[in-house]
């Protein structure tokens, strides 16, 4: 929506006092997102704003009181947005939520990270979860051709795009309404990647039912060196009986069976998984099965959310477990989670990692590894969009730390490269269940045919020079992104009220300033201490 905009000729602002108008992106999914919605429309009507509401929310509940007098655009129909933003900036209540044929992938688009294409493969879904309001907004599945696919990743690849994000209510469900599947529309992507693995895939979050069938084929797309080693398959909950009051069309069995493959034929593999607490009927013991089973595989990345009931869903019939249980059990397997230590064993090793993006604290850089582990480093910022190997010094509890190494720079010809090895596997020569000690490496991610040896004897081959001029690199990359992101910090805290403008509030120094003053002040101190012994030695010769 905001591509077409843009494309239009409107600006997009930062500063929602100075915005003729306010878009708002909505969320159905839980009783919070809808929510803060609320909230924002409240504020908008405040200030005399036009409004626009989209997504799931007018779609799945067009009659909610907040939308009244509101323009509002379905999910299929956001290709008008600019028609709606005209009609609504000259006073008329616009309402376009009629479904329609999918809207084109190659419509105006305004990434957040430049470096990422969020790419839906389909919308809607096959199940009928008795929580899920989404479904009343998004409906039934509805899947695009592999060949519009196709061109779409052609065409983001010579934008500069390094990770393809594939989207979907439930990837594994792909094709199923046009007659293909969701390993044929995968490996025809992964065909059009550059064979370096200078640009990555992520597959999007599939539920059990659909990939049960798929789990091998599945397992050789994840194996591919351009394809991180990472999948989301909700769970839910431990126990059959509430999978079953769920809808869930599965049992914890199956679930097992995915993961315990999944892990078994891809090295390095992670996957994530989500859990709702307090479902209507959960019993003691039905949480003391979703507590065993989160225990048992120490998943790196767990989703707990407590349970909403969303208006017009049959959970919202349901009997309610008293909110006191819930918020108790979210908070014990909360702490259940955060004492797993899933990256450890980790320090010490070299990994390649792909960098897209600046880390929160505005210093490091973030980088994943091939199993989409997040490595945060110290780099200049023209890594962004590179990849490269690193030593990982530290390890977090969400995170791991590294130092760059080198660089992986992209081959020449990647289509031929592509040709001459179509099914690379540099998988299988790290260990099973875990990182392998000596990685092997080359610049198109097959350390099989490009016979390298391993990264101790190049880097005895290159000698030392190349880490220590990267790490002189690093470090003032980061002391001029640190000096930048304190003074935007502080810039933002005056904008927003937050710190007051008192007499003298420039003139504090942060740590950096102090770090950089101190260097000037030495080095002038030095060259003083030069001259007064040059001249104390001339007049002692004189």
Request: include cysteine; proline fraction near 5%; hydrophobic fraction near 35%.
């Amino acid at each position: 929506m905001a591509g077409q905009l843009s494309a239009f000729g409107y600006s997009l602002s930062d500063d929602p006092d100075h915005a003729d108008l306010w878009l708002i992106n909505t969320c159905t999914v839980k009783s919070p997102s809808q929510s803060a919605m609320d909230t924002i429309i409240s504020k908008g009507k405040s200030s005399n704003k036009p409004l626009v509401v989209a997504g799931c929310v007018p779609q799945g509940s067009r009659d909610l009181k907040e939308l009244e007098g509101i323009s509002i655009v379905g999910v299929q129909q956001i290709d008008r947005v600019v028609e709606i933003v005209e009609e609504t900036l000259k006073g008329h209540e616009v309402r376009l939520l009629t479904r329609k044929k999918l809207p084109a992938l190659d419509l105006p688009k305004v990434r957040k990270n430049k470096f990422v294409e969020i790419l839906p493969i389909n919308v809607g879904c096959l199940g009928a979860c008795t929580y899920c309001k989404t479904k009343h907004a998004r409906g039934h599945l509805g899947s695009y051709t592999i060949d519009s696919l196709v061109g779409r990743v052609k065409s983001v690849i010579s934008e500069g795009v390094k990770e393809i994000w594939l989207s979907s209510e439930d990837t594994g469900a792909y094709g199923r309404d046009i007659g293909v599947n969701l390993p044929t529309l995968l490996n025809a992507l992964v065909a059009e990647l550059p064979a370096d693995a200078s640009t990555m895939l992520r597959i999007g979050m599939t539920n059990p039912p659909y990939i049960l069938e798929h789990l091998k084929e599945i397992a050789e797309i994840l194996r591919h060196p351009c394809v991180y080693s990472f999948l989301h398959v909700p769970v839910q909950s431990g126990s059959d009986t509430i999978l079953s009051a769920m809808n869930r069309e599965y049992t914890v069995s199956e679930f097992r069976t995915v993961v315990d493959t999944l892990t078994e034929l891809v090295p390095e593999m992670q996957i994530a998984t989500d859990i709702i607490c307090g479902f209507p009927g959960e019993t003691d013991e039905d949480f003391l099965q979703t507590i065993n089973l989160i225990k048992e595989y120490k998943l790196p990345q767990v989703h707990i959310s407590q349970f909403y009931p969303r208006p017009g869903t049959p959970a919202a019939r349901m009997k309610k477990v008293p909110s006191n249980v819930v918020k108790r059990r979210s908070r014990e397997l909360t702490n259940v989670f955060e004492s797993f230590t899933p990256y450890s064993g980790m320090e010490g090793k070299v990994e390649r990692i792909w960098i897209t993006d600046i880390a929160s604290d505005g210093v490091h850089l973030v980088g994943h590894t091939k199993g989409y582990i997040q490595v945060l480093v110290l780099a200049p910022d023209n890594m962004l969009g590179t990849s490269a190997m690193v030593k990982i010094t530290s390890v977090g509890r969400w995170s791991v730390f590294g130092d760059v190494i080198e660089t992986v720079n992209p081959v020449s010809d990647n289509k031929a490269l592509n040709k001459l090895v179509p099914n690379q596997d540099c998988g299988n020569s790290a260990k099973t269940g875990g990182f392998s000690e000596e990685p092997e490496y080359c610049a198109c991610g097959n350390d099989i045919c490009c016979g390298q040896g391993t990264l101790e004897n190049n880097d005895n081959s290159r000698g030392s020079a190349v880490p220590q001029n990267q790490s002189k690199r690093n470090f003032i990359g980061w002391m001029l992104r640190k000096r930048e992101h304190l003074h935007k910090t502080v810039e933002s805290e005056l904008a927003s009220g937050s710190v007051k403008k008192q007499e003298g509030i420039m003139r504090k120094w942060d740590f950096v300033d102090k770090v950089l003053l101190g260097g000037i002040s030495i080095s002038i101190l030095t060259i003083m201490a030069l001259v007064v012994a040059v001249m104390f030695r001339v007049i002692w010769s004189q």
